[in-house]
């Protein structure tokens, strides 16, 4: 045979061993992503993965604008000293909030997250970690969402399926990705900005002053907010405004949607 035949043969062999190779490296890939995906997933029928009950792809900042409901938002990933005091001032006042809560911190002070579920507020879904989700990719977007709804669902049974972006970062991705878990991507109306720790006169005059029908209204466990929030309550009802959970602020805007035939 000569040179070029060889050569000839070898190059088939080597484009027919090469083609054996890049099947077996994917045959392991789809193998070692379903052994993650069942690790991941343990809980996965209580799940609607594949996004069944429409939650919704758009970004929901604000309920029914005819009605006179707000809602109170609290964002935590710290606060821990704080929110004893916060949790009696809102038991005193018979009102009940939405606690977004971090995976990370859930799983320092469980008896927190418990105490917040066993008072009748919501405990919803504020990522496994603080981290920036519009910079995550696919994978670690939905892990985000995923491995904090576990974690939270071993502490209180039943989180809420909002879920609040970290650094209220929002695009098309991240709530695809929180609706295809089943979550609906909650964002606010009215920001506190009360991390920057202005004066609790500041922060009483930035929920008033923009009080509206169908009004959330994002705070975070801070000493100022705590002082505040009294003001902000009889504020709010003496305005006329009855103060919901999110999930329920949300179902006062379905009720009004017609059912399909």
Same mark, same amino acid.
């Given at each position: 045979?000569?040179?070029?035949?060889?050569?000839?043969?070898?190059?088939?062999?080597?484009?027919?061993?090469?083609?054996?190779?890049?099947?077996?490296?994917?045959?392991?890939?789809?193998?070692?992503?379903?052994?993650?995906?069942?690790?991941?997933?343990?809980?996965?029928?209580?799940?609607?993965?594949?996004?069944?009950?429409?939650?919704?792809?758009?970004?929901?900042?604000?309920?029914?604008?005819?009605?006179?409901?707000?809602?109170?938002?609290?964002?935590?990933?710290?606060?821990?000293?704080?929110?004893?005091?916060?949790?009696?001032?809102?038991?005193?006042?018979?009102?009940?909030?939405?606690?977004?809560?971090?995976?990370?911190?859930?799983?320092?002070?469980?008896?927190?997250?418990?105490?917040?579920?066993?008072?009748?507020?919501?405990?919803?879904?504020?990522?496994?970690?603080?981290?920036?989700?519009? $910079?995550?990719?696919?994978?670690?977007?939905?892990?985000?969402?995923?491995?904090?709804?576990?974690?939270?669902?071993?502490?209180?049974?039943?989180?809420?399926?909002?879920?609040?972006?970290?650094?209220?970062?929002?695009?098309?991705?991240?709530?695809?990705?929180?609706?295809?878990?089943?979550?609906?991507?909650?964002?606010?109306?009215?920001?506190?900005?009360?991390?920057?720790?202005?004066?609790?006169?500041?922060?009483?005059?930035?929920?008033?002053?923009?009080? $509206?029908?169908?009004?959330?209204?994002?705070?975070?466990?801070?000493?100022?907010?705590?002082?505040?929030?009294?003001?902000?309550?009889?504020?709010?009802?003496?305005?006329?405004?009855?103060?919901?959970?999110?999930?329920?602020?949300?179902?006062?805007?379905?009720?009004?949607?017609?059912?399909?035939?």
């Amino acid at each position: 045979m000569s040179k070029a035949g060889r050569r000839f043969v070898l190059v088939c062999i080597s484009a027919k061993a090469l083609r054996q190779r890049i099947w077996i490296a994917a045959l392991f890939s789809i193998w070692l992503a379903c052994l993650i995906l069942a690790a991941a997933l343990p809980d996965w029928r209580s799940l609607d993965v594949l996004g069944l009950s429409s939650p919704g792809l758009n970004p929901v900042y604000r309920g029914d604008p005819s009605k006179p409901l707000m809602s109170l938002s609290v964002n935590v990933d710290w606060g821990e000293e704080v929110l004893p005091d916060m949790l009696d001032i809102l038991g005193k006042y018979g009102v009940k909030v939405t606690f977004f809560v971090t995976g990370r911190w859930a799983v320092q002070y469980p008896e927190l997250v418990k105490r917040m579920a066993e008072e009748g507020h919501e405990v919803a879904n504020h990522g496994m970690r603080h981290a920036r989700p519009t $910079q995550l990719s696919d994978w670690d977007l939905t892990m985000l969402i995923l491995e904090n709804h576990n974690l939270l669902k071993e502490i209180v049974d039943a989180p809420s399926p909002l879920f609040a972006p970290p650094y209220g970062e929002v695009d098309s991705r991240v709530t695809a990705a929180a609706a295809a878990l089943g979550y609906r991507t909650i964002m606010w109306t009215i920001d506190t900005i009360d991390w920057q720790e202005p004066s609790v006169e500041t922060t009483i005059a930035r929920v008033m002053n923009k009080a $509206q029908n169908g009004g959330i209204v994002l705070m975070h466990p801070k000493v100022n907010t705590v002082r505040a929030l009294p003001a902000i309550i009889e504020g709010l009802r003496q305005k006329g405004f009855k103060l919901l959970p999110v999930g329920e602020l949300l179902q006062e805007i379905d009720l009004e949607q017609p059912r399909p035939a």
